[in-house]
């Protein structure tokens, strides 16, 4: 640049990125479950993801179902927030209420499975994202909203961040009309390396955000439109890998 006389040229930062995690059943990650509680499998996650997408973590909160604390959270100094957990309609779901309250709520609720508790706003120049709390809906919500804008504001693609293989489905998957459905799926085992045809894969499960078994168990995901009611046997699908990230040129 200096050779070409050029002494200032734009950049893209990398985007700042908060997480809070709420819950009054939550323990810190690694933490062995007792009564009630569970360890957070959330953050970890998310850490892992924001840095596969170019953010800096800039702290990670675990919070109570607590509305002040919650508000004072979704104040970090940071460009994006991810809030996991809180984020449904229950009597002790604070988050979309603070955002609403003291920023913008522009969505809440997506007619996706899962996932569907999702919200995201702004709130004083931060991008907020509310993730269920629920491990597999946090994945895919992460995935389909709070990932891209990350990735984005670092001047990355929006596009999946993994690789992917045409396959055929083993099996007639169902889905809802008007809602987008993300099947976690298996690549049956002896056709990947077939030569006269596509492997095929078997869904695992097509709903159960909580199990998250269903994401480790599994080599990637299909994405059914909202306009399909149901895939047939047979029918070809695009499998995003998760063992296989994409590598931006």
Known sequence: LSSLGCDCVPVHCQPRVAMVVTGNELLPPGTPPHDFQVADANSPMLRAL??????????????????QRIHEALLADADVVLVTGGSSVGQEDYAPGLLARHGELA?????????????????????????PGNPVSCLCAYDFFAGRAIRSLGGRSKAWPYSSVRCRLDRELASVEGRVDYVRV???PGNADAVDCEPQCEPLFAS???????????????????????????????VHRYDHPWQQE
């Not at 924001?50 to 509305?67: F, K």
């Not at 909580?210 to 990637?220: F, K, P, V, Y």
Request: hydrophobic share 45%; aromatic share 2%; with cysteine.
């Open 50 to 67: 924001v840095n596969r997408d170019g953010g800096i973590i800039g702290g990670c909160q675990l919070i109570a179902d607590d509305p």
């Open 107 to 131: 969505i809440h609720g997506i007619a996706m499975r899962p996932g569907g508790p999702t919200g995201m706003g702004t709130l004083e120049g931060r991008l907020v994202f509310l993730l």
């Open 186 to 188: 298996r690549i049956v």
């Open 208 to 238: 159960g955000g909580s199990m998250l078994s269903s994401a480790t168990q599994a080599d990637g995901f299909v994405i059914i439109p909202a306009a399909v009611r149901s895939l047939a046997a047979g029918s070809p699908v695009v």
